[in-house]
């Protein structure tokens, strides 16, 4: 598997979750957030929480996109730098 199918496979899995998180995000504002059983209340998720991924799930979905469409994943390079006296 090259590089390229590697950057689309990681970019079809950010798909994927981002329109998880986006029904989440749908379902908590519909209501969904919490329920009660018997005296037990409850929560399945936050919004903060939820939005706060979406965020960060559509960052990384945009860096791949970038990454595919310059063909370079590797856009940060370590440089290591020797300071010699001589």
């Known amino acids: 598997m090259g590089q ?4 689309q496979a990681r970019l079809d899995i950010v798909n994927q ?6 029904k989440a995000e ?4 519909e209501g969904a957030q919490s329920y009660q059983f ?7 998720a936050t919004l903060p929480g939820v939005q706060a ?5 559509e960052r990384r979905k945009a860096e791949l996109e ?3 469409a310059s063909g370079n994943s590797d856009k940060r390079k370590a440089v290591r730098v020797l300071f ?3």
């Open 38 to 44: 018997g005296s037990r209340q409850i929560t399945r």
């Open 17 to 22: 979750r981002l329109e998880m998180y986006y």
């Open 53 to 57: 991924e979406i965020r960060e799930l």
């Open 66 to 68: 970038t990454a595919l």
């Open 4 to 7: 390229r199918e590697r950057i």
């Open 84 to 86: 010699r006296d001589l």
């Open 26 to 29: 749908a379902a908590i504002l």
